[in-house]
Structure formats: structure tokens, C-alpha cells
């Protein structure tokens, strides 16, 4: 009787799990892009053009590469400054065509030459990538900064410590420990590093669950719970003094910041990684024996 019953149960709780595998799926059509050397690894940039992202600069359309911010020379995706005359506002970032959810994502980035002199100090040595960011359409004309959380990227000014892979939340806010995180910028434990140093970042993101910062193979960072600031495109003075929770942030676009800072980034790998499929537990069930041969069951119970 009961290999048969677990036989039976097998395949009623068969279905949900084929559409909890389904839900878990990518969100998207496998990229033509070039292969990484281990397996499950995606190249994102196959570093001769850039297939597969889409620019956008404030005041500038979308999809215009205003004054070639970003360029590809010698397998290296760069951001310059060469043909600026002044920054102004011209906050940038690179988008991928692709919003992704469950997944680990790596790459290399050094700086290059010194921040655009009109540009905020802030700026200096620092540049990032964002991720469960809004996408490139859905940027305002003017809009400098998506809403998103973004891996910093920071170099030595020669002013103390400065560490890289802090969090950094444009429109966001995060949970750790399971409290509530508004600050706009959470410090990492990384090391100082450099300008002209390569240093290896990682991204893990595990949809809303949980992200965890590395550097150069060490964690740094992590956090839980994401989550969008409903404030963030309100006019300032409608803005509330307390903190307001929105929607729970768990899929999104990545993308490479361009704030008045030359840096160039390689190597830029992702390896999707699949959702954890929901528990289904026998207890979620009501279920009536019958006879050893006839068992059914109704819908689960509501929780």
C-alpha cells in the first residue's frame, strides 16, 4: 500500500512542479553571444562591439552613444571622456537588452586617466554596474541614475582607505539582518585598491532573496530583500520624511555606469542559475484514501 500511495503522490505533485520549473525558467531567449570557458558561464561582451546592450545618456534618446562614451577598443569595453568638452549632467550607463533574476555575475574593471573637472567630486575613481535596474526605455530624458542597486566600484585617492564593492541604492532599499536599510550607501569590507589595478568583482543575486557582493573571490557584502523606493521620482517637496517600502525588487537589467570617470571594464561573464522551486509538502494537501488503488486530493489550502 504504500509505495503504492507514494507512487500515487508522485504524480499529483508532479504537475506543480513542472510549473514551479517553468516559472523558474530565464527570462529570456539564449543571447548569441560567445561562450565562456567553464561551463554554465555566458560571454556578455564579445568584445569587438556592443551587441546585446543598449546605451542611454541624460538628454540624450535612447540608444544614442552621445560622443562614443562607450567603445570598444582592443577587446576592452571602455568609458571615455575623449571627446567631451564638459560633463554637465551627462550621467550614462549601458544597459543589457536582457533583464535577468536568479544568477552570478562576474567581470574585471580598472580606472583610466582623471574624472571630467566639472564633474561632482564624488565621482572621482568611482564608476559601478547596476543591476535589477529599470531598463534603458524606461528612463526619463533627463533621468540621471536608474532606480537600482549597484556593486561601486571605487580606487585609492591616496586619502585613507576607500574601499571598493559597496552597495550603493538609487531608488531602492534593502533589508539586512532583517531590518530595514535606507542609507544610500552601505560599506563594504574590501581592501583599497589601486587606479590602474584589475581587480575581479561578483555579483550573486538570488531574485529577492538574497545578493552577495565579492571581491577578488572574497565576499564583502550581502544583503536581503530589495526593494523599491516609491519616493524616487516624486518632486522633492512631496517627498515623505519617513522611509517608504515599495515593491519587492527580484528581476531586472544590468548595467555599466558612466558618471565622469574613465574606466575599463573585460571579461564580463554570467552564469543564470536556477529558482528555487516553492515547497510542496504532503501537509499542503487534503487527500482521502479510498482504496489502496484510488487516491485524489483537493486544491491546496490557501497559507
Not at 550621467?91 to 574585471?108: N, P, Q, T, V, W
Request: aromatic residues 10%.
Amino acid at each position: 500500500m504504500l509505495p503504492i500511495l507514494i507512487s500515487r503522490l508522485h504524480s499529483l505533485f508532479g504537475l506543480p512542479l513542472l510549473f514551479a520549473a517553468l516559472g523558474s525558467t530565464s527570462l529570456h531567449a539564449a543571447e548569441p553571444a560567445q561562450a565562456a570557458k567553464e561551463p554554465g558561464w555566458v560571454s556578455l561582451f564579445n568584445g569587438k562591439d556592443l551587441e546585446g546592450w543598449i546605451p542611454k545618456i541624460s538628454g540624450y534618446p535612447v540608444g544614442e552613444n552621445a560622443l562614443q562614451t562607450f567603445r570598444v577598443e582592443d577587446g576592452i569595453l571602455k568609458i571615455s571622456y575623449a571627446n567631451y568638452e564638459k560633463f554637465g549632467t551627462k550621467f550614462g550607463h549601458l544597459y543589457s537588452k536582457s533583464a535577468y533574476s536568479h544568477y552570478i555575475l562576474r567581470m574585471e574593471y580598472r580606472f583610466e586617466g582623471k574624472m571630467m573637472a566639472d564633474a561632482p567630486h564624488y565621482v572621482n575613481l568611482n564608476s559601478g554596474v547596476m543591476y535589477h535596474s529599470q531598463s534603458a526605455a524606461t528612463q526619463k530624458l533627463d533621468q540621471s541614475f536608474p532606480a537600482s542597486l549597484e556593486f561601486q566600484f571605487l580606487a585609492d585617492e591616496g586619502k585613507g582607505p576607500r574601499s571598493t564593492g559597496n552597495l550603493c541604492t538609487p531608488g531602492t532599499h534593502v533589508h539586512m539582518d532583517g531590518k530595514l536599510v535606507t542609507q544610500h550607501i552601505v560599506e563594504s569590507s574590501a581592501a583599497t585598491f589601486p587606479p590602474d589595478e584589475w581587480v575581479k568583482i561578483e555579483l550573486e543575486v538570488q531574485g529577492n532573496e538574497q545578493v552577495i557582493h565579492r571581491v577578488n573571490g572574497k565576499e564583502v557584502l550581502r544583503y536581503q530583500n530589495p526593494v523599491l523606493d516609491p519616493a524616487y521620482f516624486l518632486p522633492s517637496e512631496k517627498r515623505s520624511e519617513k522611509a517608504q517600502v515599495g515593491e519587492k525588487l527580484a528581476t531586472g537589467h544590468i548595467a555599466l555606469q558612466a558618471e565622469g570617470q574613465g574606466v575599463w571594464i573585460r571579461n564580463i561573464e554570467i552564469k543564470e542559475t536556477p529558482a528555487p522551486a516553492k515547497p510542496w509538502t504532503i501537509s499542503a494537501f487534503t487527500y482521502h484514501l479510498k482504496s489502496p488503488l484510488h487516491l485524489w486530493y483537493s486544491s491546496p489550502q490557501k497559507r
